[in-house]
């Protein structure tokens, strides 16, 4: 099944100057591997599409069952230069929970937010 | 000495909620409470605005508001303080603190201030390169505000040595602030990177104070928090070897758990297995956490490397102005009249012959956050709002921007909603550089002051 990742995973962004880190934990670490093997720095900035300017770099955390995605050129030139009403890109995180993944009907216990599914 | 300590966060940042610092000074038991009140660009607004207005003493501008709400809890209990208040001017910041705490008769109480951050006059000389284009720092000399090291946690640690109850800071980097207690309790050696790697681990989870305890944080039906309008900021429960329960005032709101730790830990970090500090390199992806108990969290394991051998410097410079307004459509038909609203403002610019850098018309409701993000299948709202942003050399071109959206009540589009241009819609712009120093280059003064 496909699912909105914000039925596998939940995230947080953070800035430093123009770049802003968008961190993605898996609920569980059965769909921590799923996440790892589609969620590719590739397809993280396709997803973003233009608001991401420069490079992505995927960090595997794997104590944490988290990948730490770090966007450059994604904050409109840095915090107080951008002309974004999200100067730090806070609410850049919620993007990403719309990504779809595919998810084996055997771990479908494992999702959050079962009344959306 | 102790084998454990207890430290609450009393803020974030400069805006935060001043209640959650009064209950932790009152009900936290603490031994530290511990304040971080700056953002990037925190030092060169406040020199801007000291330009311009001799009566601004140079400090957070709630440090009044702070220090009266926990003051006489940490004198009743004994709880040192130490806070990044100081901005651009630690004495001024550390003297008020001095006067508020005799107006409350507590006298004979000694207050630190840490200086030696600000390197302004000399940054050009200390410094090489700009990280964040390669280009040399010299070619900020024209628009250079202000320039201040991020110093670690070791000039707290010699305040709190010669007997300080209270430390006042500039530039700190913002876990240091919550580090140096531990340093100072259990006497870690400033080259032990071990456990420095911990206590600067620990302080990243405590400097962004209810990030932890279920700020930034709840999303109704995924991740649900208990009374999101009642949190508490954090308080570690730090044993000497370095590990830690990070907990809150009971009866809060908000929930501590695996995920808030987890969120807070890769805040603002780039590379997990080196986080750049002052103090030492940390290394999150050894982490060991646990929940012990109703939100309790024990945390351990942090990684240390031995830290680098330069200082982060922070380079503002003033970089034009942006001029921004916006006007609303709701009902049917909303967007097509935001997109040909947004058609005249273009046309009206090149009429004003506005001189921007770059212009960014958004439709708030639909695109204006995420941008080019947005899904193209995004559903077209109800309410919409025309959100226009320009960068200008100038604050004359600036104001071309509310201006114009003025023109947008009576030439504009039907059914065309707009606000009361009451307040000004310019504002400068301050942009951030970095650049590195030579660790023995910077030399921090303190100066305590008694009460």
């Not at chain 2, 300590?5 to 909620?17: C, K, L, N, T």
């Not at chain 2, 921004?324 to 004003?352: C, N, S, W």
């Not at chain 2, 050399?393 to 009540?409: H, L, P, S, Y």
Request: hydrophobic share 40%; proline share 5%.
């Amino acid at each position: 099944m496909k699912v909105k990742l914000q039925h596998v995973a939940h995230a947080r962004s953070g800035d430093k100057g123009d770049t802003s880190n968008i961190a993605v934990f898996a609920y569980t670490p059965e769909l921590y591997a799923l996440l790892k093997d589609q969620l590719t720095a590739e397809r993280f900035k396709a997803f973003y599409a233009g608001a991401i300017k420069g490079p992505v770099t995927r960090y595997e955390v794997d104590n944490l069952d988290a990948m730490n995605f770090v966007a450059q050129g994604a904050l409109g030139g840095g915090v107080s230069r951008s002309l974004c009403l999200d100067n730090y890109g806070k609410a850049l995180s919620a993007a990403v929970l719309g990504f779809e993944i595919e998810v084996p009907e055997s771990l479908r216990s494992h999702l959050r937010g079962q009344h959306l599914l | 000495m102790k084998d454990m300590i207890r430290v609450g966060s009393g803020s974030a940042w400069w805006g935060d909620r001043v209640e959650p610092a009064a209950l932790n000074a009152e009900k936290g038991d603490l031994d530290y409470l511990c304040f971080e009140t700056m953002a990037e660009a925190t030092v060169s607004a406040a020199q801007v605005r000291a330009r311009r207005d001799p009566s601004f003493p140079g400090y957070d501008t709630y440090l009044d508001d702070r220090m009266k709400a926990v003051l006489p809890h940490c004198m009743k209990r004994g709880t040192k303080i130490i806070s990044n208040q100081g901005w651009i001017n630690p004495d001024a910041a550390a003297k008020r603190v001095v006067q508020l705490l005799q107006e409350m008769g507590h006298t004979g109480v000694k207050v630190a201030a840490v200086n030696g951050s600000l390197i302004t006059e000399h940054v050009l000389e200390l410094t090489d390169t700009i990280l964040e284009n390669g280009l040399p720092t010299a070619s900020l000399s024209s628009t250079l505000i202000s320039a201040e090291v991020y110093q670690g946690a070791e000039p707290i640690v010699e305040a709190l040595k010669a007997g300080a109850q209270i430390v006042i800071t500039g530039r700190v980097a913002d876990p240091s602030i919550f580090m140096a207690p531990m340093m100072y309790e259990f006497e870690w050696d400033p080259l032990d990177h071990v456990k420095l790697g911990q206590g600067n681990g620990l302080g990243h989870l405590l400097e962004c104070g209810a990030q932890v305890t279920g700020g930034y944080f709840a999303d109704p039906g995924f991740k649900d928090v208990p009374e999101p309008w009642n949190f508490g900021f954090p308080i570690a429960e730090v044993s000497r070897d370095g590990s830690a329960v990070i907990t809150k005032v009971a009866g809060t709101g908000g929930q501590i758990s695996l995920q808030t730790i987890k969120e807070q830990m890769l805040y603002e970090v780039h590379d997990p297995a080196n986080y750049l500090t002052p103090d030492v390199v940390v290394d999150f992806t050894t982490a060991q956490i646990e929940q012990v108990g109703p939100d309790r969290v024990k945390v351990s394991h942090i990684g240390g490397k031995p830290r680098t051998p330069t200082l982060k410097v922070s380079i503002g410079c003033t970089e034009g102005f942006i001029g921004e307004d916006m006007f609303f459509y709701a009902g049917p038909g909303a967007l097509r009249r935001a997109q040909i609203a947004r058609k005249v403002l273009e046309e009206r610019f090149k009429i004003v012959n506005l001189k921007a850098e770059d212009i960014r018309i958004d439709y708030l409701g639909l695109n204006a956050i995420h941008g080019d993000a947005t899904p193209a299948d995004a559903p077209e709202p109800y309410e919409i709002a025309v959100r226009v942003a320009a960068r200008t050399k100038t604050r004359e071109e600036a104001a071309k921007v509310g201006r114009e959206i003025d023109g947008m009540a009576v030439s504009g589009i039907a059914h065309t909603g707009k606000r009361v241009p009451h307040q000004d819609r310019t504002r400068e712009v301050i942009g951030v550089w970095s650049s590195l120093v030579p660790r023995e280059r910077v030399t921090p003064s303190i100066n305590y002051f008694v009460s």
